[in-house]
């Protein structure tokens, strides 16, 4: 099996794998208890926390734990409305946000909130001057992620946080995918709310975190008991915790090296691509991109038709975004970015992680371009296409 598919999820790291294991049979007593095994895992949650906070930049009491990068979104949108909803009741946030933030956004809406939606650039860039524009005086919130799960494109995060500082409006960034991937500090871009993830760098699945600055009040998100100092009620997810811990360490450690490995593999399947298989373009953008994505777009096939001819083949790829295979509409980000329903419907993501070869990334591209060859052939779109043409090689 060939895994290209970082962007959903990853596999635990073995090192990430040990430091869980002894948080389940043998050192399980709960965090809130007075003896000795307990106050072990109070003090294993702590240890995770600071390595966590390590990777922003920021102190160990700015991390709250969740249950993954969605609750994360969550708290961050409904808490932030409900401490500033007196202030005022609108929010700004983009279209190409994941769903975590873009149906919270609907839900406030709900309830009384006005979201404008930003529009991107064919690169899924958001402009600054549009977000400048769209900030009005009962502003509260600015939610926009740090880098985009589907075309990899990093947003001007640092820009956007002193435009929100400067007018005293909270900043909301979804950093799940840059979170351990590229250099991030929540202080110096004026960030005062971040959601990150442990299964997007190595972790296991089911725990994230939000980062809130120091002096940002935010109302709890779980009612209960006194843990996470009472934002976050419920029983710590000790071994879970634990091993975004290690896996923040991991991430922190090997950033540079891992993105430049990634680096050259991307580069390596975009080149490949664009000189083998014709008619397809690099959705995202080409510079300011996540060191491990590739999105592309094939005229004349579906991109679900390619995943599952890949699949048969052993390769694990995404059409769109995982997130947005249920529903059959294309994905709202490349509708966003101003591709047309045909483009959108014939994208195929491809996210690579520095344990891949370039044997593998080869493998993928030869696997690729038969089934686009293949798929194109049934196609009669494509027939009547290059009948237009005359004959097309299609290498
Ligand atoms: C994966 C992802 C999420 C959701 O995180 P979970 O931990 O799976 O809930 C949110 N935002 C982005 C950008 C993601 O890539």
Request: hydrophobic share 40%.
């Amino acid at each position: 099996m060939i895994y290209l598919d970082n962007g959903a999820t990853t596999k635990v790291a073995p090192e990430v794998l040990e430091a869980m294991l002894p948080w389940f049979c043998e050192k399980y007593g709960n965090p809130s208890a007075v003896y000795t095994s307990g106050q072990a895992g109070k003090k294993a949650v702590n240890e995770a926390r600071r390595k966590i906070a390590a990777v922003i930049g920021a102190g160990q009491e700015e991390i709250f734990f969740t249950s993954g990068g969605t609750e994360s979104d969550n708290w961050a949108l409904k808490a932030a409305a409900e401490s500033r909803g007196h202030r005022g009741r609108h929010i700004v946030t983009t279209k190409i946000e994941h769903h975590a933030v873009l149906h919270t956004c609907r839900f406030l809406e709900r309830q009384g909130f006005e979201v404008t939606y930003l529009d991107v650039d064919r690169e899924g860039m958001v402009d600054k001057e549009a977000l400048k524009a769209a900030i009005r005086t009962d502003t509260i919130l600015i939610s926009v992620m740090y880098a985009n799960n589907e075309i990899g494109t990093i947003e001007p995060v640092r820009e956007i946080g002193e435009i929100a500082r400067e007018r005293g409006i909270l900043f909301h960034t979804d950093a799940v995918q840059a979170f351990g991937q590229i250099p991030i500090n929540a202080e110096e871009m004026k960030i005062d709310l971040l959601s990150a993830s442990a299964h997007k760098l190595n972790g296991p699945k089911g725990v994230g975190m939000l980062y809130v600055r120091p002096g940002v009040e935010l109302g709890p998100f779980m009612h209960g008991g006194g843990q996470e100092r009472g934002f976050r009620a419920g029983t710590e997810n000790v071994p879970g915790i634990v091993g975004f811990g290690a896996a923040a360490d991991r991430a922190l450690s090997r950033m540079t090296e891992k993105a430049e490995k990634e680096r050259a593999l991307r580069d390596h399947l975009i080149r490949r691509i664009e000189n083998e298989i014709p008619y397809c373009r690099l959705n995202g953008h080409r510079e300011k991109r996540l060191p491990g994505n590739v999105n592309f777009s094939f005229r004349f096939v579906q991109g679900e038709a390619l995943a599952i001819a890949m699949d048969m083949k052993g390769v694990c790829v995404s059409s769109g975004s995982a997130c947005t295979v249920d529903d059959g509409e294309p994905s709202h980000v490349l509708l966003a970015a101003g591709l047309g329903k045909e483009e959108a419907h014939g994208a195929l993501r491809m996210t690579v992680s520095a344990e891949n070869t370039a044997e593998e990334t080869d493998r993928a591209v030869d696997i690729l371009k038969q089934a686009v060859c293949r798929l194109r052939e049934m196609s009669s779109a494509y027939r009547n296409f290059t009948a237009g043409r005359g004959t097309v090689s299609q290498g």
